[in-house]
């Protein structure tokens, strides 16, 4: 019960948005922590759901350092259409999933990936751009963390790796929007 | 038999090895002539340790995460031929890219990328699992980025930076459902395999640059440096493509093969409208044709044509996608002559460039779907038409005797009567040793 309250309020920012992308990075990271902790009782392996919450959370400092000069506002056109993906990825999942299964969980997830992926498409921002990318990859960790065995942890680790690279590079070559 | 086998183990690391330390060597040359030098000798001697691996047939076994089998020794020739070609042709077609007036150092920067870039392409075409296999395919999006920047333009860079987002955006869509597909029971759920299967293929064939990632891939490849432009062409998409054929080892995989079939032919559709617009080189949306096609015989890859169409397209692919962007560049006054010949080659008539390929491909679409063969056949018909009414097609009207249109010409006979008469029983055997494993008929 407790995952899924704190997976809804992920979603909640993940769609709501703050105007600084810096504040919500670190908000966003805090969540996904939140989430990985309530869920940690039933996740696969413990020791990848630890590693899972350092990288959230280091990352999400990483990129609110980042973006402190960064800004952008979401518009009413990316607000709806995240609206309109939670409620199909939702239905979709809850739909497919056996009944056994948390398809909540597993419906807002997804649908916080897609809203993520939308975002990042639609933002005319550097900022906003990275912050749809970033809402996507801690749905990511929270999945990982969950569910995540073996070498899954290291393969998520390089991915945020080179994305934080990449996020440095651009944000230092294209400078404030 | 145990020193034949070490030797197949050393040549398999070659591949990835020996393009570090091209690097190595090109880093210590002084001087952007001896670089440009380095970089060609590297570039041949690739082609060398690929072919000789590919030789050796002995199956050895790597570990669970890298595989040794011949499909993989295949995608790692093809990789260095299309790199060798692409170094070929700055070398011989556009030698003045090799020598900037006053920044040595951007030379240098593109060189060392190059070989980088086939170094993670080799891993990433003999990696076994899937996110180890996206993870190379994301690093191989940071790296043409990183080319874009090199390249100083800020549009490049915004073309570089929209790409790498969507690459890393499906690949993170593709494992989510990689997961769905393997962490969850599907008793009792019937629908789930089949909606995570969609998810996960649908995903891949996106990053290989079907549309609507074919308008970024093509934003992607006409931005970067014109040392890279060559193997940017197709050096994400033969990873992508093989990890999209590896697909059907993951358990539970189940391909919506008609999703994919109109995926497919709405990227040649879009090749097709593109093609007209006079302000681009046709031979720029080249790859792209080639990607939808191999694609189109991915689709059926647990049947031995549907591999097999697969793999000739995919020879095509590193052929003729350097030699369309690196001919897109004007340089040369026998221009118009030497794409028309490109274009028959690609075109899908007979006897030259894709027609093996296509004939395999048709033959079995007309047997199983024989409504897509007819599509995809009056699509091809209809692009031809197109082409000629561009009037970009002039055959006979140029002195076939000049080195441009000799070394086209040698280019192209490579691809349609070397490959074939050299490689055909290689590549029969690689799709039925693939099917066998894959499960299928």
């Known amino acids: ?177 | 038999m145990a020193t034949l086998n070490d030797l197949a183990k050393l040549l398999y690391w070659g591949c990835v090895i020996w393009p570090l330390v091209g690097m190595i060597g090109i880093f210590a040359c002084q001087g952007q002539a001896a670089r440009a030098r380095c970089h060609f000798v590297v570039s041949i001697i690739l082609i060398v340790i690929a072919a000789c691996s590919a030789c050796l047939a002995d199956d050895f076994f790597v570990s669970v995460v890298w595989s040794s089998d011949g499909f993989t020794r295949f995608l790692r020739l093809t990789i260095a031929i299309g790199a060798g070609l692409s170094t070929l042709l700055l070398t011989f077609w556009a030698p003045r890219n090799l020598f900037f007036v006053k920044e040595d150092k951007r030379l240098l920067w593109n060189l060392l990328l190059f070989h980088f870039l086939v170094a993670i392409s080799m891993l990433a075409v003999a990696a076994n699992n899937l996110f180890i296999a996206l993870l190379f395919i994301v690093i191989l999006a940071a790296l043409l980025m990183l080319g874009c920047i090199l390249n100083q333009g800020e549009s490049g860079i915004k073309a570089g930076w929209s790409y790498f987002r969507f690459v890393l955006l499906f690949a993170v869509l593709a494992l989510v459902a990689a997961f769905l597909l393997a962490s969850v029971p599907v008793d009792n759920a019937p629908f789930l395999a089949q909606f995570s299967s969609i998810l996960l293929s649908v995903s891949i064939v996106f990053i290989a640059g079907l549309f609507p990632m074919s308008i970024f891939f093509l934003g992607i490849t006409l931005e970067l440096p014109l040392t890279l432009r060559g193997i940017g062409s197709f050096i994400i998409s033969v990873p992508t493509i093989a990890t999209f054929l590896r697909l059907y080892q993951i358990p539970n995989y189940q391909p919506s093969e008609n999703l994919l079939i109109i995926l497919a032919i709405t990227s040649v559709i879009f090749v097709i409208l593109n093609e007209q617009n006079r302000q681009r080189s046709s031979l720029c949306l080249c790859s792209i044709l080639l990607i939808s096609m191999t694609i189109l015989g991915g689709v059926f890859a647990n049947h031995i044509e549907g591999i097999y169409s697969a793999c000739l397209f995919i020879m095509a692919l590193v052929v003729f996608a350097p030699l369309g962007y690196m001919m897109s560049q004007n340089q040369k006054e026998d221009q118009g002559s030497c794409e028309g010949w490109v274009m028959l080659a690609l075109s899908g008539l007979p006897p030259m460039g894709i027609f093996w390929a296509c004939s395999v491909l048709f033959a079995y679409l007309m047997q199983i779907m024989p409504i897509v063969g007819g599509i995809v056949l009056a699509l091809l018909l209809i692009r031809g038409y197109v082409l000629f009414q561009k009037g970009r097609t002039i055959f006979f009207t140029q002195d076939v005797s000049k080195q441009e249109i000799k070394l086209i010409f040698s280019i192209i006979a490579m691809q349609t009567v070397l490959f074939p008469l050299f490689m055909s029983s290689w590549v029969y055997q690689i799709a039925s040793e693939f099917v066998k494993r894959y499960g299928g008929a």
């Open chain 1, 1 to 177: 019960m407790w995952l899924s309250l704190f997976v809804s309020i992920l979603l909640l920012a993940t769609i709501g948005g703050i105007s600084h992308p810096s504040a919500q990075s670190f908000c966003h990271a805090i969540l996904t922590v939140i989430c990985i902790i309530t869920g940690m009782d039933n996740a696969l392996d413990p020791e990848i759901a630890v590693a899972s919450i350092a990288l959230s959370f280091a990352s999400g400092m990483f990129l609110s350092v980042l973006l402190r000069h960064q800004s952008f506002s979401r518009s009413f056109k990316e607000l709806f259409s995240g609206l309109f993906f939670i409620i199909l990825m939702v239905a979709l999942i809850v739909y497919i999933l056996p009944p056994s299964l948390p398809r909540l969980e597993y419906g807002i997830v997804l649908s916080i990936i897609l809203i993520g992926m939308v975002y990042s498409v639609l933002g005319k921002t550097i900022g906003g751009q990275i912050m749809g990318i970033t809402c996507a990859l801690n749905a990511l960790t929270l999945i990982v963390g969950l569910n995540g065995q073996g070498m899954a942890f290291i393969a998520l680790l390089a991915f945020y790796s080179v994305f934080l690279i990449m996020s440095y590079i651009i944000v230092s070559r294209l400078g404030r929007f």
